[in-house]
């Protein structure tokens, strides 16, 4: 018969699914059975499902009691073994049901409620993101985040990139602009063939790439940067943990890293920054010494750099 549930949560549905199965299992079990297996995956379900103590389900405890105890108490030979498997890994009929249950979820209904199609509109969404995004050609060449990275895009509020920067829409456009490559430097100017300055403000490169700014240039706080005598271990290979332990620009970048990049360094990756190192070395090329657009490029790196550097050494994290 039907067991009656109220409101029911996850854990009521695999409580009632167990003793529903009992009861199923004992209405025309064979006399020449002794034993009797149950596997589940939720092990609270299966610690509780026989303890009719107090707590939630209880009825439910109470009808499994009921329905096991006359089976177990007609010979000493007969056996309940309650088996916890995660995630239902290697029971071959759990598979079955499984294939089964999504078969018949994907079956067109003549009635499809409200939330029923956007779940649906949801997921064909979600499988047409991962797909588009397997693509090179779609994430593009200069996008500096793995492919696991865009699991995180939700559309709701667990979304990452709304959770870390949905507040602050200029945050939120470097972030984007920053990991997708169409941030304003100079690689990108000298491959659209753009007017402007293409040298990094700290000199040592003529041409101002990503991967300078991310991995090379002095000038920005990096804390993802491992130390110096880390990198040079890597660099001999002493002590190598694994054949890919060689190089940290090799490693995957983490999205959390940059979003800390980003916000310990503001001036990076703008638009304002461009125009004012522009100005910069026009000043110094024309050998008007110091002037205020130089102090100003010098401000937002250098002096910012050292600043967050004696802050550090007089607040270690521990």
Same mark, same amino acid.
């Given at each position: 018969?039907?067991?009656?549930c109220? @409101?029911?949560?996850?854990?009521d ?6 003793? @529903?199965?009992l ?13 009797? $297996?149950?596997?589940?995956? #939720? ?10 103590? &107090?707590?939630?389900?209880?009825? =439910? ?10 089976w ?8 309940? +073994?309650m088996?916890?498997?995660?995630? $239902?890994?290697?029971?071959?009929? #759990? ?5 089964d249950?999504?078969?018949a ?7 499809? &409620?409200?939330? =029923?199609?956007r ?6 969404t ?5 797909a ?8 593009g ?10 699991? @995180? ?21 470097? =972030? ?8 304003p ?15 990094c ?10 991967d ?6 002095e ?24 054949? =890919?332990?060689?190089?940290? @620009? ?14 310990? #360094?503001?001036?990076?990756a ?29 401000? +937002?790196?250098?002096?910012?750099k050292r ?5 550090t050494?007089?607040h270690?994290?521990r």
């Open positions: 018969g039907r067991l009656g109220g @409101r029911a949560t996850p854990y549905a695999e409580m009632a699914a167990l003793a @529903r199965g009861k199923e299992v004992l209405r025309d079990l064979p006399a020449t059975v002794n034993d009797v $297996h149950v596997f589940a995956d #939720n092990q609270a379900a299966l610690t509780s499902i026989l303890a009719a103590g &107090s707590g939630p389900a209880q009825m =439910l405890s109470v009808a499994a009691c009921a329905t096991i105890r006359p177990l108490q007609q010979s000493s030979m007969h056996r309940l +073994h088996h916890w498997v995660p995630g $239902h890994r290697g029971v071959y009929w #759990n598979g079955v049901v499984d294939k249950a999504g078969r979820a994907a079956e067109p209904s003549e009635e499809v &409620s409200f939330a =029923l199609a779940q649906q509109v949801t997921a064909q979600y499988t047409a993101w991962r588009d995004m397997a693509k090179p050609g779609y994430k060449r200069s996008n500096m985040l793995h492919h696991s990275q865009f699991d @995180r895009c939700k559309h709701t509020a667990a979304n990452w990139f709304l959770k870390r920067a949905g507040r602050d829409s200029t945050y939120f456009a470097r =972030l984007v602009r920053f990991t997708s490559g169409h941030f430097h100079g690689a990108f100017r000298e491959r659209f063939e753009f007017e402007g300055n293409r040298r403000w700290c000199g040592g490169c003529a041409v101002e790439s990503r300078h700014i991310w991995f090379d240039c000038l920005w706080i990096r804390k993802h940067r491992p130390p110096d005598e880390e990198i040079e271990r890597r660099r001999r290979g002493d002590h190598r943990r694994n054949a =890919l332990d060689l190089d940290w @620009r090799e490693s995957p970048v983490n999205i959390d890293d940059v979003a800390e990049f980003l916000q310990l #360094n503001p001036a990076a703008t638009f304002q920054w461009l125009e004012l190192v522009d100005r910069a070395y026009a000043d110094r090329d024309e050998g008007t010494g110091e002037t205020v657009n130089t102090f100003k490029a010098d401000m +937002h790196t250098k002096v910012r600043a967050y550097e004696r802050w050494q007089a270690p994290t």
